[in-house]
């Protein structure tokens, strides 16, 4: 399987296409990125147009079980962080 772009390489095609700097382009992926995990931490939720929607969703405690021993064991509620992707993405690679 092949390999996705470095930060490095992400941030020289953004400045490429943007006509800024690369330094530029990495503050605003930072804002962005800053923007993203507050928003989901706060509301549950932050939509990134045209590419997905990042949740915050709680998952209940459950019984599991272990592989190696194959012992029933509890597993403690929590919460995770899930992104659906979106409608316009997956028409756009599939």
């Given at each position: ?11 020289n ?75 316009a ?6």
């Amino acid at each position: 399987m092949a390999k996705g772009m470095t930060k490095s390489e992400t941030l020289n095609a953004l400045a490429e296409k943007t006509g800024k700097t690369r330094k530029e382009v990495g503050e605003m992926l930072e804002a962005i990125a800053n923007l993203a995990y507050s928003e989901a931490k706060n509301n549950g939720e932050f939509t990134i147009p045209g590419l997905g929607k990042l949740l915050k969703k709680h998952r209940d405690a459950r019984m599991g079980r272990n592989p190696a021993t194959g012992e029933s064991i509890k597993i403690a509620a929590k919460t995770v962080v899930k992104f659906r992707v979106a409608k316009a993405a997956k028409d756009a690679i599939l």
